[in-house]
DNA sequence: CAGACTTGGTTCATTCAGTGAACTGACTCT
DNA sequence: AGAGTCAGTTCACTGAATGAACCAAGTCTG
């Protein structure tokens, strides 16, 4: 059926991945889903993506089987993260701390931390106390010191400025 | 200044990571530098990348600090990662072994090693035997099993069906 | 129960980025 | 001198992103 942005010269896994989550806008939508941020309009509202692409994101998403739609209550949908969708948790969160290391000069902008536990999370994303990865579903989030001047004033951007677990529903 | 494709509304360091690296063909180009793919024209070839976009690319990769581009001979140059681009190894290297998991389903395109020991790495990119997460420069990488059956006749991708270090020059 | 509001979209005109082919100019090789 | 290589630039064309407007189903409020 063909992916809307192909590589398809490319033989790399890479390449397959990145056709799937390498789109404008689809990491920080999966991020959002990462973060307890679950229907369409709440995503929108966060991201300031346009409608029209966060459909289109979503439904590749799903397409993909990263990402399952379904119904809470009728003409309601909430989008939650497949085995394959979670399992980019080590990805985005390194992502995360590179960005934080090389782009960012005014300290962490958001940590990450080991929920059974407390400690925080290594720059490989495991727990330097338990010796273990965590799975995402086991790390609490929190807004760093370098979170900017200019602050958001949408409601999920105001939750989120509240210490929370990942994946559970703002 | 403002880069190409901004976030800008957007606080967390995700959105600053991929205003850098989140575009098309961005961290394929990446990759080539890790493979020691490093001049224009080869990285060009290898990728098919428009050659407009690669200007562009290497340009931005150079300004952010990832990539330095120096001559080796009047009118040649060379691409290597920086410090700051090294570090992206472990993002590309486990966004490749995602999509070796989820999007192909030959088994693996390629494989990668810790040179010195001859180990296969683990999915988060450490090496089991000597329970270290190698440098980019002691990994090797080689063909796996799931080489695809049309095989590009380019020689840089015939050069990369031989075994070799990363960042060694092809 | 009418009217307003919320949710989750679609449509459309405009803008912007990606594509591919052709062209260029510096340098090298024979 | 002429051909070839390297590292680009230019340009016309296409396709995707943007943002505003519109819409329909379901829910809440007076």
Redesign the interface.
Known sequence: MALP?E?E????????????????WT??IV?DLFFGVTRFTDIQAH??VPRAVLTARLALLVD??IVERRPYAPGRFEHVLTD?GL??W???H???????????DSG???LFAHASCGTDLAL??GCPTCAI?PLPADVETRPGPG??SV??TDPI?VALREPHRLLQPV
């Not at 010269?9 to 404008?24: D, M, N």
């Not at 701390?97 to 090389?102: L, N, P, Q």
């Open positions: 942005r590589y010269t490319q033989a790399c896994a890479l390449a397959r991945a990145l056709e799937v989550v390498g789109e404008r990491l920080l991020r991201l300031d993909a089987g394959a399992e980019l080590p990805i985005v390194q992502l995360m701390g590179w960005g934080e290391r090389h782009l960012v962490p902008v958001r490989d994303g990865v979170t900017p602050r958001r951007s």
